[in-house]
């Protein structure tokens, strides 16, 4: 049974930090292309961040220079720091993992940020 967990949503201020991370299990991790993307209340889901099997990284623009994904295979984890929050990072985010015609979610964690 695949399983993705997330953990590490919250409330927090403008400018503050949050670390979500992703457990995984039923799946051989270290093969997959590992995502995080994010639903803003009423509109559409959209990626944010997405690391290779081998390490290789990527994320929206929207979130460049705030945001790191990191991976480590050993854990079966993937991680996205987030700093500097801004108000419009208000999403549930989810973890997914992919690996050719095949994925998986998680069931989300929400992330607030208000004052």
């Known amino acids: 049974q695949v399983q993705l967990v997330e953990s590490g949503g919250g409330l927090v201020q403008p400018g503050g930090s949050l670390r979500l991370s992703c457990a995984a299990s039923?799946?051989?991790?270290?093969?997959?292309?590992m995502s995080w993307y994010r639903q803003p209340p009423g509109k559409q889901r959209e990626l944010v961040a997405t690391?290779?099997?081998?390490?290789?990284?990527n994320v929206a623009d929207s979130v460049k220079g705030r945001f790191t994904i990191s991976r480590d295979n050993a854990k079966k984890m993937v991680v996205l720091q987030m700093n500097n929050l801004k108000p419009e990072d208000t999403c549930v985010y989810y973890c997914?993992?992919?690996?050719?015609?095949?994925?998986?979610w998680g069931q989300g964690t929400k992330v607030t940020v208000s004052s």
């Open positions: 997914n993992a992919r690996f050719m015609s095949i994925a998986y």
């Open positions: 039923g799946i051989t991790f270290s093969g997959y292309v």
């Open positions: 690391i290779t099997s081998g390490g290789s990284t």
